[in-house]
């Protein structure tokens, strides 16, 4: 097992934190988390499992009352117990915030995630995850497979319970956090993962494909991987008496006949790549490596007879990575794409092949310091620790593009940070080039960015195949993404502590009722809210329109510049230029700058958008792309936007030399009107450059200290743009011309808000004009 590695693992509970019977144990690990245990021969599991990894919590206050029935409490729950088989009569645990759980009993769950959305056309059932409505959730681990002292798998004993209670009320996040500690945390994904990957199931040549990328870079549309699917491999030209071609290890050299200098020039290109694997049918005689594998094997090659695939054999394991992967990766491979769609069985009972796949290829990625990557199907809790999960085929259309917000942000529930979909969907359907462009502005709010369509060549997401509107916006899509990546990856390491990048409201302000009525509505990361467009624009309007709760507090929209006041329902209506985007009051966006959109490294070019209604601060975090967990080499540049002295502190840059650029060129965005004064860097007078709403500030400074942007803001920040707004809502409305005169009226009356909104209604517009309008005029309404 030393060349596979070995998963860190600290199983063992302190006996301080145990209560035990003959057949019962009860583990208080932490003052929301139990364990609860039945066993009918006595015998209790200390080993890790697929689940739960570590166990060594320190003991946490509680108090035993051992009477009739055995009762444990914390600040956070009341379990009684009668000592019995578990049952719903006897075994019951209480919240302060009014939840009950009885053993058995199905809870009022928020949901985790799902295998797969293969052919799924919209909703489709979710597992659970550790958070509830009611403030218990649990998870059943019974039927897990564990792991041994060296690392390698092995079954559970039959019959035998084994549950996880996690009772933390509504601190969604706090559950969160207490599930990472309990199975593992995220890895920190590399940071060329977070921009945008290019895939296509196409049989395509490498002359083919590297032309396609560089009418990508020609056309300015930035990617970082290039994946591709399962034509690299020979298909066609299997013998027909192996079967099909969906496995294969061997270079298609039809297609692709020089396999390292084709690697290479993706390299060349700042692409990283991924091979996708169907491995189930094992390694048949016509793979380039079989003679090898064979004799490694144990086998003769020349009786040619399929090696199975079986990774719960330690010699075919051992092979597979050395013989069949290795070699690949030698010649420029940079990780793999596991694609494995053929059941939950091997030759050890509970143990199910994906996991396999997704734990040892994860950590044979990381040998020798590398930053570990697999890319993946779900294989259930736990999941989270194996980096980005591969979602499946889903349909082309608009229901299932109105299901993936919710699905994305509610796998926050179970700890799954990093899915990655088929952006604009895989397969049927029909052409529609408004959802295509809304499924690529979902994706860039998404975790994963991964175009991809299925093997037909009427399904296509190049943005050049569709019209003029849909191609500039998909086009701006694929650039903000990459712009994106300095918050994304700041993002990333805060996932890998416990916070995902993609959470539902709720997670937010978990005591709000409203902050669970917007399943489509989702934080990203620690400074936006997004409410994506998911159904069709209306065509009076031609705007498309999410609703969406906002949070106490002011919030601004990134594209439009529109400043909205909180604590209330609103209907945002975009056109397809972009969706809604929302930045914190105080709140500091960093963005690679323009001309800067290489994501496999640190940039020189930044942006900083500042929200400046209030003070805020956001420390970026980058590093050098090497290894995970504890030795990872990050240095930090701590941003901080002071509201009341109108300045904004970009700090010295702190870690390990060499890992940032020694100097940098900061643009500071403001999204405010224009000052009354010229701006200062370091106290000296600077120019400016924008216009009314967002204005920018640029400087040259070195990264070794610390420098200051002062503006004299006027009040306030950003004045009431509704009228501009709205004229050009009207002049855009595909309606009767005298009817936009009369709200035209009204809107520039100087009636009070109430009055005007009245008078609209009177109109008797059609409502999404209404409600475009009223939007409006109402964005900045307390």
């Known amino acids: 097992m030393t060349a596979l590695g070995k998963i860190p693992a600290r199983p063992q509970a302190p006996d301080s934190s145990v209560l035990r019977g003959d057949k019962w144990r009860v583990t208080v690990l932490t003052d929301g988390l139990l364990r609860l245990e039945w066993s009918d021969d006595g015998a ?37 117990y009668d000592r019995r088989e578990f049952s719903a009569n006897g075994l019951v645990v209480t919240s302060p915030t009014g939840g009950r759980w009885h053993f058995g009993e199905h809870l009022d769950n928020l949901g985790g995630t799902a295998r797969t959305l293969d052919d799924a056309d919209g909703r489709t059932p979710l597992d659970n995850g550790v958070t509830a409505r009611g403030g218990i959730a649990v998870i059943d681990d019974s039927a897990s497979f564990l792991f041994d002292a060296e690392g390698w798998i092995a079954p559970r004993e039959p019959g035998r319970v084994d549950l996880y209670v996690f009772a933390y009320g509504r601190d969604h996040t706090a559950a969160v956090r207490a599930l990472y500690d309990l199975s593992g945390h995220p890895p920190v994904l590399p940071r060329w993962a977070l921009g945008n990957w290019w895939s296509r199931y196409h049989a395509y040549t490498s002359d083919e494909y590297l032309e396609l990328f560089d009418r990508f870079a020609a056309d300015n549309l930035p990617f970082s991987v ?49 091979l996708n694997l169907h491995p189930a049918d094992g390694v048949r005689p016509f793979e380039d490596a079989y003679p090898d594998m064979a004799r490694a094997v144990g086998v003769d090659p020349a009786s040619g007879a399929t090696i199975p695939f079986d990774l719960t054999d330690r010699t ?68 989270h620790r194996y980096g980005v999960g591969f979602s499946g085929d889903t349909v082309v259309s608009w229901a299932s593009l109105d299901f993936q917000p919710e699905f994305t942000a ?48 009427f399904i296509r ?20 993404r990459h712009r994106l990546v300095p918050y994304l990856h700041t993002m990333n390491h805060r996932a890998a502590e416990g916070l995902p990048l993609v959470r539902p409201m709720y997670h937010l302000e978990p005591d709000r009722e409203e902050a669970y009525q917007v399943p489509n509505q989702f934080s990203f990361g620690s400074e936006l809210i997004v409410a994506p467009i998911t159904s069709p624009r209306d065509p009076v309007t031609l705007l498309g329109s999410a609703t969406a709760w906002l949070p106490p507090g002011t919030w601004t929209d990134i594209f439009t510049g529109t400043v909205y006041s909180g604590d209330r329902q609103v209907e945002l209506h975009r056109d397809l230029a972009g969706v809604p985007a929302l930045l914190r009051s105080g709140g500091i966006l960093p963005l690679t700058s323009e001309e800067d959109l290489d994501a496999t490294r640190n940039p020189e070019h930044l942006e900083v958008l500042v929200a400046p209604t209030d003070s805020g601060a956001f420390t970026l975090v980058e590093d050098d792309g090497q290894g995970d ?64 709403g967002r204005f920018s500030v640029t ?20 004045a009431d743009h509704a009228t501009a707004n709205i004229e050009r809502i009207l002049t855009a409305a595909q309606t009767d011309n005298p009817l936009k005169l009369e709200m035209w009226r009204v809107v520039t009356s100087a009636q009070p808000l109430s009055a005007k909104i009245a008078a609209l209604h009177a109109l008797h517009p059609p409502a999404p004009l209404l409600g475009a309008v009223v939007e409006q005029l109402a964005a900045q309404a307390g």
């Open 44 to 80: 209790f599991e200390d080993r890790a499992s697929s689940f739960a990894l570590h166990r060594d919590f320190a003991t946490p206050r509680f108090t035993v009352r051992d009477g009739e029935a055995l009762e444990v409490s914390t600040s956070r729950f009341h379990l009684l």
């Open 226 to 274: 290039a994946v591709i699917d399962m034509d690299w491999h020979r298909v066609g030209s299997v013998p027909a008496q192996y079967g099909t071609g969906w496995t294969g290890y061997s270079w298609e050299r039809s297609l692709i006949p020089d396999p390292p200098a084709f690697l290479e020039e993706l390299h060349r290109r700042s692409l990283r790549t991924t």
């Open 316 to 383: 075919f394991l051992d092979a597979y990575f050395r013989i069949l992967h290795h070699p690949l990766e030698d010649q420029g491979v940079d990780f793999w794409w596991i694609d494995w769609q053929q059941g939950t069985t091997s030759r050890v009972p509970g143990v199910d092949p994906l996991w396999l796949l997704n734990h040892f290829h994860f950590l044979d990625s990381g040998r020798d310091g590398r930053r570990p990557m697999a890319f993946s199907r779900y294989a259930g809790p736990g999941s």
């Open 410 to 457: 509610t796998a926050a529930n179970i700890g799954y940070s990093w899915w990655s979909h088929d952006i604009g969907g895989h397969t049927r359907g029909v052409r529609d080039d408004e959802l295509a462009t809304r499924w690529l502005q979902l994706g860039v709010f998404s975790p994963i960015l991964r175009l991809h369509s299925a093997n037909n060549p």
């Open 461 to 480: 997401k190049e943005p050049w195949q569709f019209p003029l509107e849909a191609r500039q916006a998909m086009g701006e899509a694929l650039r903000l």
């Open 629 to 692: 967990g504890t030795d990872l080499r990050t240095v930090t540049t701590l941003l901080e936007w002071d509201a009341d002295r109108a300045r904004l502190t970009i700090g010295a840059a702190e870690g390990p030399a060499g890992i940032v650029p020694a100097a940098r060129t900061w643009t500071v965005t403001f999204l405010a009107d224009l000052p009354s004064g010229p701006p200062l860097i370091d106290g000296r007078p600077a120019e400016l450059t924008g216009e009314a």
């Open 699 to 718: 400087v040259r400074a070195d990264t070794t200290s610390a420098t200051t942007v002062e503006v004299k803001l006027t009040a306030p920040v950003s």
